[in-house]
């Protein structure tokens, strides 16, 4: 926990859009070609989820039922920032976001091989 940094989280109403962004918190944190870079989330009383995931080597991008066509997620490489435009939001997209770092390249929903994230950005879709 803490390699990774989110920002970007906040109060939209429903319909509305934000972007979520992802960095490491370090200059020294290398994300290798066969890392896959992911978002997740958790909501009250609730587990963590998959959301969105990236392969960093070939840009390949995952999503969940729920999110897709909806939730956008990219990269760039020169960066080493990952990101996340939600469009669209509905209340039950509120949670707190999370950042995280798959080195393990595979198992792309699997949380388990995630070994690094942040402190995560709280999202919160209200009228």
């Known amino acids: 926990q803490g390699q990774l940094v989110e920002s970007g989280g906040g109060l939209v109403q429903p319909g509305g859009s934000l972007s979520l962004s992802c960095t490491p918190s370090?200059?020294?944190?290398?994300?290798?070609?066969?890392?896959?870079m992911a978002w997740f989330r958790q909501a009250p009383g609730s587990e963590r989820e998959f959301v969105a995931a990236?392969?960093?080597?070939?840009?390949?991008?995952y999503y969940s039922d729920s999110v897709r066509g909806r939730f956008t997620i990219s990269r760039v490489a020169a960066e080493n920032a990952v990101y996340l435009q939600m469009n669209d939001l509905k209340t039950e997209d509120k949670a707190v976001y999370y950042c995280?770092?798959?080195?393990?390249?595979?198992?792309?929903?699997?949380?388990?091989?995630?070994?690094?994230w942040g402190q995560g950005t709280q999202v919160t879709v209200s009228s």
């Open positions: 995280e770092c798959n080195p393990s390249g595979y198992s792309v929903y699997d949380e388990s091989k995630y070994e690094y």
């Open positions: 990236v392969t960093w080597r070939n840009n390949k991008k």
């Open positions: 370090q200059s020294t944190f290398v994300i290798y070609s066969n890392y896959i």
